[in-house]
Each structure stands twice: as structure tokens, then as C-alpha cells.
């Protein structure tokens, strides 16, 4: 893992805790904080999976130019 990809995850895991940090600010009931709690994870994946791959095309492409 190189360091641009180390500071995307770290990143992330900032973002995750500060999603959760206000969605408990919220006092909802446990089923409704699990589901956007699960929502709120699905979302920063698939951001972090767009950029892997975004990351990936251009490694990929750098050869080719």
C-alpha cells in the first residue's frame, strides 16, 4: 500500500468518525441509527472504491501515454 492510498483510508476512517460522532448527536433508537449508520458505511465505500479505481486507471494508463 503506497502513501497515497494510506492517507485515503485514513481519511475515510476520519470521515466515518465524524459521520457517526453527529449521527449520535441525533439520539435516534437503535434501529434507526444502525440503518444509517450502515448507509452512511456503504457511501464512504463506495467513494473510497470510485477513487481506488480511479487510481488504478491512471497507474494503468501512465505506461500508455
Known amino acids: ?3 497515497d492510498m494510506m492517507l485515503s483510508v485514513i481519511a ?3 470521515w ?3 459521520a457517526g460522532s453527529a ?3 441525533f439520539r435516534l433508537s437503535w434501529s434507526q441509527m444502525l440503518r444509517m449508520a450502515l ?3 456503504a457511501i464512504f465505500t ?3 472504491l470510485i ?3 480511479f487510481m488504478l486507471a491512471r497507474d494503468t494508463a ?4
Open 23 to 25: 449521527l449520535a448527536s
Open 1 to 3: 500500500m503506497n502513501g
Open 62 to 65: 501512465s505506461p500508455l501515454i
Open 46 to 48: 463506495g467513494v473510497f
Open 16 to 18: 466515518l468518525i465524524l
Open 12 to 14: 475515510s476512517i476520519a
Open 39 to 41: 448507509v452512511w458505511i
Open 51 to 53: 477513487v481506488h479505481w
